[in-house]
């Protein structure tokens, strides 16, 4: 497999993107038609811990003539910080994609309320009926509280509010209690899925990939807006020598992150196979033979 520059390769499919059903700024619709717009042939929308922009979207999909996966991204946590993972080709109605999803919001009103008594002890008022309302159907998250935060006038960007209070570790920050990497990486493939590791290049080193790995990891994104040409060239060899197939994305929140708007990243139709012949597999493994599991991959 050959590194390619980002201008160079011709993005067939993105999959990592984020609607108004967790913390994105489109709705579903919006999202689907821009990736049309931009020749895009395969999308998964990835929301935060739900499938609820699938209501809508698989016939926005089925209209536009977008081949649509299913997808979700899982929020775990990791030796004290959190580690995102990604589910492809998961059956949302399955009881393991259920626990997937339910397991993470259980925590967050709770957290939520943490959070905002460690701000008021710095000195910002949030209140916690008016954020609710703020964050609506989305994710009640760290997301959407610092983007209240910029609408309440206590900082000017987003990005202040992470540097300054609300980043991993800072003073006003608390974890979810969360699944850990290796039981969302069995769930995911319960529910007939694939896994793939979100911008590992973040925060992950190789001894933690073999670690998931251990743990039946199926994939890695290593194109991402987040990589640097090294650490996309990094993660692609790591990935090859474990056998893994590689996901990618432009992890778009809404097109006014230039940088990762849709089809910012993602990849070409030779991996995209290459990841559907191992979701066919998965399939295959967990209702034995017969059905698909014949069809020639
Ligand atoms: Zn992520
Ligand atoms: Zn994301």
Known sequence: ????????????????????????????????????????????????????????????????????????????????????????????????????????????????EKILAHLDRLGYQVDMDELLVFAGEGTLGRVSLARFMVKKKLFRTTEEVFQKVLGDGKSAYEAVDRLSPQVAIELVAQAGGISSLAHPGKNLE??????????????????????????????????????????????CHGSLWRNHDVGAAGIDIVMMEEL??????ATCGETGAGGICNEAT
Not at 219 to 238: F, I, R
Not at 276 to 281: E, G, H, P, Q, V
């Open 1 to 112: 497999m050959s590194v390619l520059k980002k201008d160079a390769m011709a993005i067939y499919a993105d999959l990592h993107m984020h609607t108004s059903c967790s913390d994105g700024l489109d709705s579903p619709q919006a999202l689907l038609e821009r990736a049309s717009g931009r020749g895009i042939s395969v999308v998964s929308i990835t929301d935060h811990d739900t499938f609820k922009a699938y209501e809508q979207a698989n016939k926005v999909a089925e209209d536009l003539g977008i081949e649509l996966i299913t997808g979700i991204e899982v929020s775990t946590f990791y030796k004290g910080g959190s580690v995102h993972l990604l589910g492809y080709f998961v059956d949302g109605d399955s009881a393991a994609a259920k626990k997937l999803v339910e397991s993470n919001h259980a925590g967050r009103l709770e957290r939520m």
């Open 206 to 251: 190789e001894a933690d990939l073999d670690a998931f790995v251990e743990a039946g990891l199926d994939a890695v994104e290593a194109y991402t807006p987040y990589h640097k040409d090294n650490e996309t060239k990094k993660w692609l060899e790591l990935a090859v020598s474990r056998h893994m197939a590689v996901t990618g994305g432009s992890d």
């Open 276 to 281: 559907k012949a191992r979701a066919k597999l």
